[in-house]
């Protein structure tokens, strides 16, 4: 007798038949989290586990974990096979636990249940060799230059912290500067701002040891003022010339920063950066506004909008692709109640911007406990079911090109972890 849970699941699955059961399953998984059995980490061998790349994306904090959880949780599964035969899907890992979706053992081996109803096994990323290099320095690789999406990305977020500061100014949906104090109250190795010497370094055991490793991601808070006495711009410039002077054009270049005016814009790339991530967040305006209020004092949704689409210009068609959050126009108290007044905002949305060679994507909203916006239920799965249709139909509709930097697409390819929309492009 199979629970209500799995039979809704299943129900969705056959509702939503446009879409790969797998991209389903994703999207419920990380809107949910996962909870593990700590049996599991004692069978699992050498893994890669989180690493805390930049926020904490759990549905619980640290505080709240048991020792085993907080430090050995992998860094993403690979689900696959299970009464759907499910193909291989990397999911990004999100504690919660609380969740339908818990990790045990099946057959003495990792495997995914949903109240306790066997869905298929799961791999865990193996440790990258790079991982046991030494830095001169006595930084961890893994904190200095973590590996994400099964091998492919490095993540460089070179300032753990953002200037946008307090309730009235940060993202709400965002846990960087909390994250940022639980992980040193919790005595991790937690670097706040990370020199361009000390990642060119660490890259140069990734860059020695070829492998899974195709792109990277230079990321971190917004600079509004100075830092180190540099502006946003300047600061996070001398990465892009620091890494791409040393290892010219040997991964695909990737950055996550404001949105610039074109004649800055046009600095990122003389230094070497091929794919821009202004990301936008959330699309309606009056939530823009409540959702995103430092963004919207200090730039404007007008402007912000205006130096995405100007920014192709300078980046080329389909290498501006900001995100959005995807859900948060769902969150209480601002956000839409009904799904499909949700949906429609969110078209408009990506309707102008894939008109205008702009491909913007999405990640799944988890209402960190320590955002602004914590402690609040995950969208309903039928809002991602839709948001994925929307998604593909809209790009396919645009005629743009595959986004470069995602690593493989399509059902079974797919390696992007924190959202299904590479999953869902059909090749
Ligand atoms: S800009 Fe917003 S989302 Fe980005 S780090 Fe700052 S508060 Fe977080």
Redesign the pocket.
Known sequence: MKTAVFEDLFKTVETFSDLPAEAIVKQDVLRLGICFDKGVFEKAGSYKPKDYFIFSFDHVSLSEMSEDVKFKAPEEIRLHGGPLNLEKTVISVRISSTSPYCVNLYEEKPALFLNNEFLGFVDFHEIPPFYSKKLSSGHLISEIIPVLEWGYLLYLTAYRL?Q?WGEKE??QF?D?NENYRQQKKEKRQYTGIKNPELITEALSYAAAEPGETKAWTLTG??VTGKLNGMDEVDFYIQYIEAIENKFPQQWISKAVLQAFPKSDCQRLVDAGLKIYHP?Y?VWDPVLFKKI?P??DQYIGRSEWIKRVVDSVEVFGAGNVIPNFVGGVELSKPHGFTDVDRAISSTREGLEYFMARGVIPRFTTWCPEPLSSLGHQQAPPLEYFCKLLLNWREVFENSKLSVPEGYGPAGVGRAVFSVSAFMDVIRI
């Open positions: 953002c946008y940060e993202c965002c960087i808070g917004s990301n967040e995103c430092g963004k």
